[in-house]
């Protein structure tokens, strides 16, 4: 005899497998008035002003074709050289023959190439672009495609050139010592091709300057200078992640 009436559906008491019953979506009640309801997905429109960009959650390789056999371009480290997390602007994705999700992507020096979307984190979307013109040395940012910043610059002198090409915003920094840089700087993925005064080598800052008589004029070892007051009203106005373009 059974011991609980709780075990009387039991087949046999003590050694009947209970079977749980089966529920059907159609059986699931629906949801209360005014419960969160998940509608249908709606397709993202093309926005010419909008830029993705992704974080890497670790080391990877970005190769020339989105398939692990493909040739490397170069190796990705998960960190930059001021110790931030690194990032890639996105400019396309695709899938491999097994059903991989690559991502087509913005590396430093204004190379491309194909990442694993595996090796990244979560998108974030810019709505601004940042030029600068080294023949006018000006600086201009774009929200939505109209001017909302605009202001002289220091760029490199005709030894140590600022490069000229398709580039991003990759961190923002604001704990240099030195009066040198300036209240705040910003890294970008621009690479010298000689030698620049960031600290992290080769790469092209944005930054202050302790010399405002110099701008503007060409002047640097290759990073872009404005003055203080403008690189601090900048700042409000530039998120990581804005694509660069040096003419």
């Known amino acids: ?14 050694s009947a497998e209970h079977t749980a019953p089966k529920v059907s ?14 509608g249908p997905p709606i397709a993202v429109r093309a926005d010419r002003h909008a830029t993705q960009w992704a974080p890497l959650r670790r080391a990877a390789i970005a190769r020339t074709a989105p398939s692990t056999g493909a040739r490397a371009v170069v190796r990705l480290p998960a960190r930059t050289p001021e110790d931030t997390t ?39 979307i810019v709505r601004t ?3 600068v013109d080294r023949a006018r040395l000006t600086l201009t940012l774009l929200r939505d495609g109209k001017a909302v910043f605009h202001a002289p610059v220091g760029i490199g002198a005709a030894g140590s050139p600022t490069p000229a090409g398709s580039y991003f915003i990759r961190n923002r920094l604001t ?9 705040i700087a910003f890294g970008t993925s621009a690479q010298s091709p000689t030698l620049t005064d960031w600290p992290a080598g080769g790469f092209v800052g944005i930054h202050g300057t302790n010399e405002p008589n110099l701008i503007p ?13 403008d690189i601090v009203r900048l700042a ?4 990581v992640g804005t694509p660069l373009t040096i003419v």
């Open 1 to 14: 005899m059974c011991a609980s009436a709780a075990l009387a559906s039991l087949a046999a008491c003590g």
């Open 86 to 124: 690194n990032l890639v602007v996105v400019l396309g994705r695709t899938r491999d023959a097994r059903g991989g999700l690559w991502i087509h992507a913005r590396l430093p020096d204004a190379e491309t190439g194909w990442v694993s979307r595996a090796d990244l984190g979560g998108y974030e």
């Open 129 to 131: 672009r940042l030029i």
């Open 236 to 239: 409000r106005l530039l998120p």
């Open 175 to 183: 704990r240099y010592a030195s009066p040198f840089y300036g209240p």
């Open 217 to 229: 004029g060409r002047v640097s070892h290759g990073c872009i200078r404005l003055r203080n007051a």
């Open 25 to 38: 979506v159609a059986d699931i009640p629906a949801p209360a008035r005014g419960a969160l309801q998940i």
